[in-house]
């Protein structure tokens, strides 16, 4: 079993800046990669920012490119979002997955940090 918890999230004015963190853990746990998602009020949970564990690749949602950026601890299996610029609609309650090679791929959820960002 892997455990992942977020931490980090807050209100900011537009402009402002946050750090989430996320703690992925577990006896059996090898990241494979590690991600974030975000879900506002009244729509569908959305992709952020990926980071693959072996070669830290990454990758962005087009609506957030130059303004946040994934990093990860590979020691501590911890991986964090800074969000620069924030805007308005980046408020959600943001999620971390994190997909465990020795569990078949299987990904795993936090129960999410809530950004709110005011205009």
């Known amino acids: 079993q892997v455990q992942v918890v977020e931490s980090g999230g807050g209100l900011v004015q537009a402009g402002g800046s946050l750090r989430l963190s996320c703690a992925a853990s577990g006896r059996t746990f090898r990241p494979g990669h590690m991600g974030w998602y975000r879900q506002a009020p009244g729509k569908e949970r959305e992709f952020v920012a990926r980071?693959?564990?072996?070669?830290?690749?990454?990758s962005y949602a087009d609506s957030v490119k130059g303004r946040f950026t994934i990093s990860k601890d590979n020691d501590k299996n911890m991986v964090y979002l800074q969000m620069n610029n924030l805007k308005p609609e980046d408020t959600a309650t943001y999620y971390c997955?994190?997909?465990?090679?020795?569990?078949?791929?299987?990904?795993?959820w936090g129960q999410g940090t809530q950004v709110t960002v005011s205009s």
């Open positions: 980071i693959n564990w072996r070669v830290g690749d990454t």
């Open positions: 997955k994190a997909m465990n090679l020795v569990d078949q791929g299987f990904e795993y």
